[in-house]
């Protein structure tokens, strides 16, 4: 998103894929993966959510496939989608999409 007179904004959006309302938002002038690991877990304590019953889709960006936010998935056992492929974290292994 372009800003008045500052170049670019970036805009982090958390959506349930269930009702489609965004229970998490991030802007900045970058996202980096503690941005990211932030966003996630003030949209966790928003919904009172568990963890391990959530999937996140997400772009192939750095923040996403960082060691930090890896590290973070595994911790909150969490299971991630990318954009163009399947990662489990579990058995990390990349494995074509079904």
Known sequence: MR???F???S?????DSFDRSIV??????????????????QA????????????IRT????????N???TFW??????GFYFNNYFSLNSFSKKSRL
């Open 59 to 66: 772009d192939n960006g750095p923040q996403f496939k960082a």
């Open 68 to 70: 930090i936010t890896i």
């Open 24 to 41: 998490g938002v991030y802007i900045g002038n970058s996202i980096k993966a503690k941005d990211f690991i932030k966003t996630v877990k």
């Open 7 to 9: 170049g670019f904004v």
């Open 3 to 5: 800003s008045k007179g």
């Open 11 to 15: 805009i982090l959006s958390i959506i």
């Open 44 to 55: 966790i304590k928003f919904r009172n959510a568990i963890p391990q019953n959530l999937i």
């Open 74 to 79: 595994q911790s909150q056992k969490l299971f």
